[in-house]
């Protein structure tokens, strides 16, 4: 069977797979800066909370499972929150996001910038 015959179910996965991808954290950090700068009038870019608003929440969904698969396997995971529920707002992240050096951002996804803040605010023991 030839690569062709596949092709139109390869691109129909396509979207999919892309849609699964976190956001570059730098791409992310640009949006969310931009949004701030708004000030009140941020309220009127609602599309553009919702959507960061949605990829934070996934990144940091994503990252919890990464830490769980890590303790299921028994190895030492890169953070140790306390027990639920931990909260974190939008200053204390943005916070976060920012002291991620700027070449780093453009290097990783949200996933990874989420676990980065996580192990600044809950570093492991020893």
């Known amino acids: 069977m030839s690569f062709a015959r596949f092709a139109p179910f390869l691109l129909l996965a396509l979207p999919v797979a892309a849609s699964a991808q976190s956001m570059n954290a730098e791409s992310f950090h640009r949006r969310a800066e931009a949004l701030q700068k708004k000030g009140p009038l941020a309220v009127f870019s609602g599309g553009e909370i919702k959507a960061l608003m949605g990829e934070a929440k996934a990144a940091g969904q994503k990252s919890g499972a990464n830490r769980a698969a890590a303790l299921k396997a028994g190895q030492k995971p890169r953070y140790c929150p306390p027990p639920p529920p931990v909260r974190m707002g939008n200053t204390e992240f943005m916070a976060g996001l920012s002291a991620i050096a700027p070449p780093d951002r ?12 996580m192990m600044r605010k809950y570093p ?3």
């Not at 996804?109 to 980065?116: L, N, S, V």
């Open 106 to 117: 453009a290097r990783i996804d949200m996933t990874e910038a989420m676990t980065r803040i």
């Open 124 to 126: 492991c023991p020893g």
